[in-house]
């Protein structure tokens, strides 16, 4: 089990979660011990797709076991067996709940917590959290069960790291409800990491949401479930950062950009402020605007429409 991409269930068979969810199995009676993403799959494994742009994942998976719709063709490659489902992700749904647990937190100095590290007063703290040595956490610092902080950080006020991403399946099957998304993964923040106050950073769903050794987030940054920022990445005051996005090391971004889920920011990246990035950016790009666009191509415009007033 990859624990950057998966979390524990209780073991249950295949064949199980097939009645339980209503499905049709499709291949071997295998046993699911974890939850994955299609990518970090393995033996013993069970994921899901709902969204056709995963596909490929989904080919190359070495998950045992995936929920897809009725009509979802597999692809040849994939040797797991399939859960045939009328929502593969309200069955996702149903499936992360047996693994949730309950939330315990700390009366006392947790004993994951480095001896040189420096809690102020009003820091909250889950009973299982790992602090690294001279880490300081300022007034309201907020570590939700799992969180994991490396040496050297500092946590600016009112930071909460760990709390459930936003993630609900709509309303299905005739009921008008949103049906929340059980989040069992945790938060991990590497060394010499600075994060702004009321920056907030959001559990996975499975595994980790990370953030890489040395990087710097601004004031009131939202990072979503599954994100993965690199190394001494840079973000500005209130930049956002969809679910399951990618920044690779030494990526640079404004004040107030949005970027979205499920894409990919190359090594160096540059992105202006206010930016809105909805496809993936190759590696030492510079990109500004909403939606944006490589930054040259941004000026000209910007100086024709002003030639064009005057």
């Known amino acids: 089990m990859d624990p950057l991409g998966a979390s524990a269930l209780p073991a249950r068979p295949a064949s199980e979660?097939?009645?339980?969810?209503?499905?049709?199995?499709?291949?071997?009676?295998?046993?699911?011990?974890?939850?994955?993403?299609?990518?970090?799959?393995?033996?013993?494994?069970?994921?899901?797709?709902?969204?056709?742009?995963?596909?490929?994942?989904?080919?190359?998976s070495a998950a045992s076991v995936v929920l897809a719709g009725i009509g979802t063709e597999s692809p040849a490659a994939y040797l797991g067996c399939v859960i045939r489902v009328a929502n593969p992700y309200a069955a996702w749904a149903a499936v992360l709940s047996s693994g949730q647990r309950h939330v315990a937190w700390a009366i006392d100095r947790p004993t994951g917590v480095d001896p040189s590290a420096v809690l102020a007063p009003g820091v909250q703290l889950a009973e299982d959290v790992v602090i690294g040595p001279r880490s300081v956490l300022n007034p309201g610092v907020v570590l939700y069960p799992g969180t994991v902080v490396g040496a050297d950080c500092i946590l600016h006020?009112?930071?909460?790291?760990?709390?459930?991403g936003f993630g609900f399946v709509p309303p299905h099957s005739g009921s008008a409800e949103w049906t929340k998304i059980p989040h069992l993964g945790r938060v991990r923040i590497g060394d010499g990491v600075e994060l702004g106050s009321g920056t907030c950073v959001d559990r996975a769903v499975v595994g980790e949401t990370v953030i890489g050794n040395g990087s710097k987030l601004d004031n009131l940054c939202q990072i979503g479930h599954n994100v993965r920022i690199g190394a001494h990445c840079v973000l500005a005051?209130?930049?956002?950062?969809?679910?399951?996005?990618?920044?690779?090391d030494f990526v640079v971004v404004g004040g107030q950009a949005g970027i979205a889920g499920h894409i990919t920011i190359g090594r160096?990246?540059?992105?202006?402020?206010?930016s809105g990035v909805a496809k993936s950016l190759a590696p030492g790009s510079e990109v500004l605007g909403s939606p944006a666009v490589d930054a040259r191509e941004f000026r000209r415009f910007f100086a024709a429409q002003k030639l064009g007033r005057g």
């Open 268 to 274: 160096g990246a540059r992105i202006g402020a206010q």
């Open 157 to 164: 006020a009112n930071v909460v790291l760990g709390s459930d």
């Open 237 to 248: 005051g209130q930049v956002g950062v969809a679910g399951s996005s990618v920044l690779e």
């Open 17 to 60: 979660w097939a009645k339980v969810l209503g499905g049709v199995l499709e291949g071997p009676d295998v046993v699911v011990e974890f939850a994955c993403t299609l990518v970090s799959g393995a033996p013993g494994g069970i994921s899901f797709l709902a969204n056709p742009s995963y596909r490929r994942a989904w080919a190359e």
